[in-house]
């Protein structure tokens, strides 16, 4: 729209995606200006803070939401590939800092404009992908805090929809917890294999050849266990797809 | 300090002055208001049909008869039927003895392994298929759980829609020691969730529903 | 105050998960009860509507609780009952005992109580040389099996059908005939019949506490509640003083939403208020009804920030949907009550330092929190004893190092880039193909599955050269 200016967005790509999958990034930032944003990305981003904060260790998650929203406040709409992070910012930072006279206020307003991508471009651009095909069986896992914080479910189903050759097919099980839990999965590994492992084969029982989610830590958890059990599932996020970036190599395969 | 001054005294340290009674009342009753939003619609438009539709589909048997005249005959179709023998409990009521039990052989006291007992339901409840039984002088509550066969009378007339319906009612009058809703045989899910009916209370509930509404006072 | 297993929860969680059978007894009870909560909230579409209420209901009970107690304690006492109070456990175990001995009682019949499992009650009554019958089925089994209960609605759901048939063959006399449950079910019935109708007390419970008329209420499934509580001289009720309910309809109110979210069903077969002893001329029923209320912790928690837990109704939804309970099953918790919920009440009744696992071992999935009827904010109140495990230095070492040293990189975006610049080429030596299937001090992920391997370079760093490149 010509004259209009264009919103702008700060993006928090994530520390496993920064380090693990930096394609899910680039991803983001395709959709993000496809849908007519202007994209930023501080350099002052590192982690959002959960492994802090859901570890009982408040001093430093406050400490590291207000790094990130002294970066990310100035930007019309923060946005993350990530519900488990978006969540933190959304609900996590301003409990965080309710007590907090100088931050309470901008926790909130910062949260108030926080937001998982495939809510972003679904709901508050109105953004639908067009001319991405991707010929393969998918099958779409819901990750627990985008799906019961912050109400994603129907909007990357949505977006899935507009990939052309894609087809998906429904998970049993698709709202139960994956078992990665961020620091879980490493402090009680017995229990969040034995969760992961049902996932698992629940994910090989459909056929898909495409497994799908909107969060690293719980693809990297699915991944890797599919991939221990010798499952020729492959597993990309959601942005990849709807960015026409799933043709390389999925995650844990061999990339350059 | 007694266990009770430190309970109260550790409650009201927590919570700090509170309101008065009436206040507290009035906040009460608003929290049931309005009544319909919150619970669930009845079955059926009218309540027979309601309260025999929900009885059902828990496993209560139901036999729709005219009158209480009609209730010996009920009952001995009720005994044939599952090849039980005339001799049956029946509930200390004089408007039980008042009838014709002629080939049946009611006798009061129930046995701890009685096969089949017969008692007056107070009112039933159609939202959930709910019997309703006072204890009191002419009724014993071993009556309904010792048998294996329970057969309650149930007038029409006595119907109420809802459960607050009920709650309204126990409240505007006496309340009795022991106040039960009976909602199908009793049941257990204990083993492996294998429903198995007639864990210790009776494994048969049987309605013989007297079709006297409009016609005796409820 | 069932004291807990000596062995530490790591240790309890890998003996149920190597355990089969357990796993398919848990998967059968929870499978079950979660397909029929489904089935019983899509078929009340005021279901939320309803859960709202209750929530409210159970707050406002909450934030007067000492007006409920005293008009409680005024009309149970009207109707003849004897209201104790029991700051704590040890109080409460020792106001019954007592009765009991008072009453030379020599045989209790029992209907499943948690509170009275959380009290100790069972051990209590064993030391003071009484004879204890569990009444309900599954309370049954586990006597029979000298356990205590592993869910607080299916107390026997860890034992399979083969299990209980074992435990009949030897604890019935004549053994059931066959092992099909509704054999055993009926040899049970035949049982404990005749203990019903010789003890000298009858134990309950309470669902809830009814203000206004001084009742309190049971609710049953199998008709012991009744037959443990009609033919004994007396009848004692154990309850938590947070069962409250300002009145019989407010009683009802949150009935609709308890049976749903426990088993799926609409009503329990028998919904019973019990409102003093024998009246004059009643044709049966107890000489006496004493009520026992306990705090135990409940003052404690109305104090602090658990005080939304209080508003629990124990239906065991959270457990039913919880996928770490559903791996483990409630035994391994180590406490009174498993689960979500569980985990919030044990470190209030066997204190922090000895359950600091419990709320750290949990997803923070928040399906505990979707599914309760009360609308129990679960995950934050887990996330609270995890901060106060943390302030009061009760979490180990290693994680607290982790932590603390990954926090003070976090918060230094340069030094985190130079971190990510040199660590993620060295973590790579350890990939082959794409993937880490072993990693130093990252056993944790690696011994149960694979990594991805990191990116050469960070997206930062990509992002930046990128940038550059543009300009």
Known sequence: MPGEPKPTVGLFVTCLVDAIRPQIGFAALQLLEEAGCTVEVPQAQTCCGQPALNSGDDRDAAHLARQTIAAFEGYDHVVLPSGSCAATMVHGYPDLLAGDPEWAARARAMAAKTHEITSFLADVMGYAPSGRRCDASATYHDSCSGLRELGIADQPRALLAHVEGLEMRGLPGNDACCGFGGTFCVKYSDISNAIVTEKAEAIEETGADILLAGDLGCLMNMAGKLHRRGAKTRCFHTVEVLAGRATGPAIGEDAP | ?218 | MNAPSKAPFKARAKAALADPVLKTAIDRTTGNAERKRAAAVAAFPEFEAARARGKAIKDHVVAHLDHYLEMFERNAAARGAQVHWAADDAEARAIVTRICLAADARLVTRAKSMLGEEIGLPHALADAGIERVETDLAEHIIQLAGEAPSHIIWPAMHRTREQVAELFKTGHHPPPAAEDPATMVQSARTQLRTKFLSADIGISGANFLVADTGATCTVTNEGNAELTTTPPRIHIVTAGIEKLVPSTAHAFALLRLLVRSATGGEMTQYTTFHAGPKRPGDADGPEEMHIVLVDNGRTKMLADEFREMLRCIRCGACMNHCVVYRQIGGHAYGGTYPGPMGSVLTPVLDGLAASRDLPNACTMNGRCAEVCPVGIPLPTLLRAWRRRSWREGLEPGSIRTGIGLWAQLARRPRLYRLATRIGLPLLRLFGRGGWISRLPLAGGWTDHRDLPRPAAQSFMDQYRAQQKGRK
């Not at chain 2, 392994?113 to 019997?131: K, N, Q």
């Not at chain 2, 210790?200 to 409820?218: K, M, N, Q, R």
Request: with cysteine; glycine share 8%.
């Open chain 2, 1 to 218: 300090m007694t266990a009770r001054d430190r309970i109260l005294s550790a409650i009201r340290t927590a919570l700090g002055p509170g309101k008065p009674p009436a206040q507290i009342a009035a906040e009460a009753a608003a929290l049931l208001d309005p009544a319909g939003i919150a619970r669930p619609h009845l079955v059926a438009p009218v309540l027979p049909d309601a309260f025999a539709l929900k009885a059902t589909a828990l496993g209560t048997t139901i036999d729709r008869v005219a009158s209480m005249a009609d209730l010996p005959q009920a009952m001995a179709r009720y005994l044939d039927a599952h090849g039980l023998p005339p001799r049956f409990a029946m509930q200390p009521a004089p408007e039980l003895a008042a009838l014709d039990w002629q080939g049946l052989a009611p006798h009061q006291g129930t046995a701890p392994d009685e096969p089949t007992a017969l008692g007056l339901a107070l009112c039933g409840i159609a939202e959930s298929g709910s019997l309703v039984i006072h204890s009191g002088p002419d009724n014993p509550i071993l009556m309904s759980f010792l048998p294996l066969h329970h057969v309650a009378v149930l007038r029409e007339s006595t119907l109420l829609p809802y459960l607050e319906d009920y709650a309204a009612r126990l409240s505007a009058q006496a309340v009795p020691r022991n106040a039960i809703l009976i909602t199908g045989p009793s049941g257990t899910t204990d083993i492996e969730g294998s429903y198995v009916r007639g864990a210790h209370g009776p494994g048969f509930l049987h309605v013989i529903l007297i079709a006297d509404a409009g016609t005796e006072p409820g």
